[in-house]
């Protein structure tokens, strides 16, 4: 089964305004840690943000916050006041802790464009 | 945060070749990863680069097509090899620093001819 689901084939923002990506993901684990990072055109991964299943306050890094539903198992990324470097691929991944199992899985991916 | 360093970033391979990406770290870490991104893909693990031991390799990844070293507790090295155009992708190096801390290397941008 897949464990972490990135459905939206693509998605458009107007600059300046506040976007979503969704992610929804499937573990039976109680502790897990959600991550999401971004990818421009060079390849490089760039982390964003870090969200622990035990974290009862939404995580924030600066124009990036973590939208956690624990019930529903989404774990959406909100990018406020969007910005022309803002357009790449971003990827949700998810590490549980089951023995020693420590590895990110990844989602498939959103593009984001944004629009001037 | 780790910086990660790859060489080369980039390079345009003939099939049949092999060819050998370092990955260095400025700093100690005990957890290393090789993961490759196919045109338009999502990562893949390939392994896990053990220190002074054998990497341990996922599922369609074998020894002899992706051979490991990891020598120390700041380098590794993956040879991707006998190189098909099928192998053309993103290689990417990674360390875990903390649970909630997995940092990336820049990519090596690999193209089989």
């Known amino acids: 089964a897949q464990k972490i689901t990135q459905t939206q084939p693509g998605m458009f923002v107007q600059e300046k305004e506040a976007v979503t990506l969704d992610c929804t993901y499937d573990t039976s684990d109680q502790s897990y840690g959600l991550f999401w990072y971004k990818q421009p055109s060079s390849g490089e991964m760039i982390f964003l943000i870090y969200?622990?299943?035990?974290?009862?306050q939404n995580a924030t890094e600066g124009r990036y916050s973590l939208n956690f539903q624990k019930a529903r198992k989404s774990a959406n990324l909100v990018i406020s006041a969007s910005q022309l470097g803002d357009s790449a691929m971003y990827f949700c991944a998810m590490r549980e802790v089951t023995g020693a199992n420590s590895k990110l899985t990844f989602g498939k991916g959103i593009t984001l464009s944004v629009r001037p | 945060s780790a910086v990660i360093s790859q060489k080369p970033s980039r390079d345009i391979c003939q099939r049949g070749t092999s060819l050998t990406i370092q990955c260095q770290v400025d700093s100690q870490v005990t957890m290393m990863f090789w993961y490759r991104q196919q045109p338009g893909q999502s990562l893949t693990l390939i392994a896990t680069a053990n220190q002074g031991s054998e990497a341990t390799y996922e599922s369609g990844f074998v020894i002899d097509k992706f051979p490991i070293s990891r020598p120390n507790l700041t380098f590794s090295t993956l040879t991707v090899s006998n190189m098909s155009p099928e192998d053309s992708s993103i290689y990417l190096c990674s360390v875990v620093e903390s649970f909630y801390e997995q940092y990336f290397g820049p990519g090596t941008r690999l193209t089989v001819t």
């Open positions: 969200q622990g299943s035990y974290d009862e």
